[in-house]
């Protein structure tokens, strides 16, 4: 296949690059409206008991509150009892009753909201409910911030409550990833003009990433016409379709220039690359798949749409290397090394000496060069040990934010400390008399300050005659219980507090579901943690059998799992240390706080996928060196010659993206981008120059193992490429003995082949 794709680019090169223009256009006007598909929100499991509880409330009682108005009196002397200050209240009550996108509207000026004012007396709460579907919540709540808050008179009004809180974080990730985009796109060619000492190969990568991100939006608009895709998948299709750009295009326009210096015409050099380099990127490609499909296992669509976007973006990258690019090549032949610059030829050299020493010395002591490697990284895994998991709360916003400072002020200056409440719902009618006992036995569980309820307010299990408000909960076939947690209770309690009111039985005939945001944080993190061995298994399992089928060894991929996961944790682990302990919140700004559970996981698997790209590249050029006869030590020294100047450089302009998230000011954000960033270099640098070569030579003969029965179906099955023999440039030396540990490049890989 390889290798008639190679032949088509050399006999219609133009042909090829007019049809790919034209995909390129449609794909483009395809996924333009791919913006109008995309959805906020999308954290929680549709099918969870607080996703049926969301449900039952918006059919039942107009839909949970979600909207908090913090009116302050700023006036005279601060209390809410001067008449300009009531009128003021008053007013904004009646005009959002009569707004058409609230319901449910609730204020400390109605009868019986007394319980809706600060202990001092000088800040009031207005709840409502926003209508409408996560867009049109996101929309109408922005309309609502602009219209209400700010200062009306003698009083100053904020908003917050989930809603707002929602946009807010949407508002500032898109704000935060804008300013990632615009340092990390221009740095990136820059660095990318500098490693390859050329105007025109440099655009080479960028004509990948292009072509990736384009046809990435087209398929993001064709699944969020049938389908809900998250709006955050749109960043994840620029950052990864740029990396994974320059990736595959550092890859094979590298292998393409290699074999033009060592003599070869043109025709000769593409059908080497895009047979050796080609297949590198088609495996590298299929590990990354492997690893992003685990994310389609988890309910949650945020986290599925970025299946959706990564396997699409690999996809379309790595058709984009195998097709598209060849014919450019093709057509550029050694033009591709226009526009040199002054140290281009340091560059183009085949090998970078220093990373074959780095091997042979670790090599040398592979024991004593690898245990102070490990112990590093399992230093910094250690943090993990007390990770706790949590999901986005106003903290991982600025402290100046709206929403953020209603947070605040209801948990400092508030007797509930929160409007958060948890919220219980029955599927039937509730008797009087078995409310008023399932209410009361709540008000004595620990962590709770009330219970409101359509027969009454309950603390300790004693009741107060209901209002307006509490009047409103009951209906003949459904029952609404909010329940108040007490002042300064910590996420840790509120969850508590959610399981101990799933363990009392329901009253009446039907069910009681339990919702608000403690019980969406107690079924998200149940939700994904019940898929997580699942996922693992999933990825483990897909990558052994590609790398197996890539190298015909059993021993190969149990070594890149467990040097990766080793490197994945570490990187982890220094995430715990730094967003959950708080070191370096000074210099980065955030607030320390749970790490994301969602934000980890994905974090997880897009690492895990890169690592085993860069896995890949390293272990097909080993691979082809020993299967041209060399012995296991030199095939490790010159693959990493050949092959550590490409990880490394591709490992950094890739960790430049995601460290560019760090200038945000959210903290889930700034953690994926960090940590992702450190991962690829801790596996570029740590793993593929020491661990790698350390474990070879531990090894030795063993490393190629394989049993005979899977020898024979990795002969039936294996899926390898014979190259094209490659010329050898003058410094090597055809006829040197690889057995003797030669270090030279071996003239023709007998069974598959690589980078």
Not at 41 to 46: L, M, R, T
Not at 219 to 228: H, I, K, M, P, Y
Not at 557 to 586: C, E, K
């Amino acid at each position: 296949m390889l290798r008639r794709i190679a032949e088509l680019a050399l006999r219609r090169p133009r042909a090829l690059l007019v049809l790919g223009l034209v995909a390129v256009v449609a794909m483009g006007a395809v996924g333009f409206g791919a913006f109008g598909k995309l959805q906020a929100g999308g954290f929680e499991d549709p099918d969870a008991p607080s996703s049926r509880a969301r449900t039952l409330i918006a059919d039942e009682f107009g839909g949970e509150q979600n909207l908090v108005l913090l009116v302050s009196a700023d006036s005279g002397d601060g209390s809410l009892k001067q008449a300009p200050v009531r009128k003021a209240g008053e007013k904004l009550t009646e005009e959002l009753r009569e707004a058409p996108q609230l319901s449910h509207v609730s204020s400390y000026w109605d009868a019986g909201g007394s319980a809706l004012t600060s202990r001092d007396g000088s800040q009031a709460l207005v709840l409502a409910h926003v209508k409408g579907d996560s867009s049109q919540v996101a929309d109408r709540t922005e309309e609502i911030t602009d219209k209400w808050s700010g200062d009306r008179g003698p009083v100053h009004v904020r908003a917050g409550g989930g809603a707002a809180l929602n946009n807010d974080i949407s508002g500032q990730v898109s704000a935060d990833l804008a300013v990632a985009e615009s340092i990390a796109v221009p740095l990136t060619l820059v660095l990318l003009v500098i490693a390859f000492g050329s105007f025109v190969a440099a655009l080479l990568p960028l004509a990948i990433g292009l072509i990736a991100i384009l046809g990435t939006f087209a398929e993001l608009f064709v699944l969020g016409s049938v389908t809900d895709v998250s709006v955050f998948a749109v960043n994840l299709t620029t950052a990864l379709g740029l990396g994974l750009g320059i990736d595959y295009g550092l890859l094979i326009v590298s292998r393409f220039r290699e074999r033009l210096s060592a003599g070869d015409q043109v025709g000769d050099a593409l059908r080497t690359t895009v047979t050796t380099a080609g297949r590198t990127i088609a495996f590298s490609a299929a590990t990354v798949v492997a690893a992003l499909a685990a994310l389609l296992l988890f309910p949650p669509f945020f986290l599925r749409s970025f299946a959706y976007a990564g396997i699409g973006v690999v996809a379309v990258a790595a058709l984009a290397a195998l097709i598209f690019v060849p014919a450019l090549l093709a057509v550029l032949g050694h033009r591709v090394n226009k526009g040199r610059l002054p140290w281009a030829d340091a560059v183009r050299r085949p090998d970078a000496p220093v990373w074959g020493r780095l091997a042979r010395t670790a090599m040398r002591r592979p024991a004593l060069t690898a245990l102070p490697v490990l112990a590093v990284l399992l230093l910094a895994a250690s943090p993990l040990l007390g990770a706790r998991f949590g999901m986005p709360d106003e903290r991982v916003l600025p402290e100046d934010a709206q929403s953020r400072q209603v947070s605040t002020a209801l948990a400092r200056d508030f007797p509930g400390g929160s409007t958060e409440s948890v919220q219980i719902v029955t599927t039937a009618g509730v008797p009087r008399d078995g409310l008023d006992e399932y209410a009361g036995r709540i008000s004595r569980l620990d962590g709770v300050a009330r219970v409101e309820a359509s027969s009454g307010v309950y603390a300790d299990g004693r009741a107060a005659p209901a209002g307006r408000a509490q009047s409103a909960l009951g209906k003949p076939d459904a029952e609404l219980l909010n329940v108040v947690p007490e002042a300064g209770s910590d996420a840790g309690k509120r969850q508590d507090l959610v399981r101990g009111i799933r363990a009392l039985e329901a009253p009446g005939s039907g069910e009681a579901l339990v919702g608000g945001r403690d019980a969406q944080l107690v079924d998200t993190k149940a939700s994904i943690g019940d898929r997580l061995p699942g996922a693992i298994g999933m990825v483990v399992g897909t990558t052994f059998v590609l790398l197996f089928l890539f190298t015909g060894s059993v021993v190969q991929p149990l070594r890149a799992l467990v040097l990766n996961t080793v490197s994945l944790t570490a990187s982890i682990g220094a995430m715990v240390w730094i967003f959950q302990d708080g070191h370096l919140s000074g210099v980065l700004g955030f607030t320390a706080m749970p790490m994301d559970t969602s934000m980890t996981v994905l974090m997880f698997c897009i690492v895990f996928g890169l690592s085993m790209d860069y896995e890949v590249f390293v272990t097909s050029r080993i691979k082809e060196l020993h299967d041209a006869g060399a012995d296991n030590a030199t095939a490790v020294a010159r693959g990493l010659s050949r092959t550590g100047r490409i990880v490394t450089m591709a490992a950094g302009l890739l960790a430049v993206s995601f460290f560019a998230f760090a200038t945000g000011e959210i903290g889930f954000l700034q953690m994926f981008g960090l940590g992702s960033g450190l991962a690829i270099l801790i596996d570029a640098v740590a793993v593929r120059g020491v661990l790698v070569p350390a474990a070879m030579r531990l090894l030795g003969r063993g490393a190629w193992y394989a049993p005979r029965v899977l020898r024979r179906l990795h002969g039936r099955v294996g899926l390898a490429e014979s190259a094209v023999p490659p010329r050898t440039s003058p410094e090597e030396e055809p006829g040197a003995a690889a057995g003797a540990g030669a270090e030279r490049e071996e003239a023709q890989p007998r069974t598959g082949a690589g980078v």
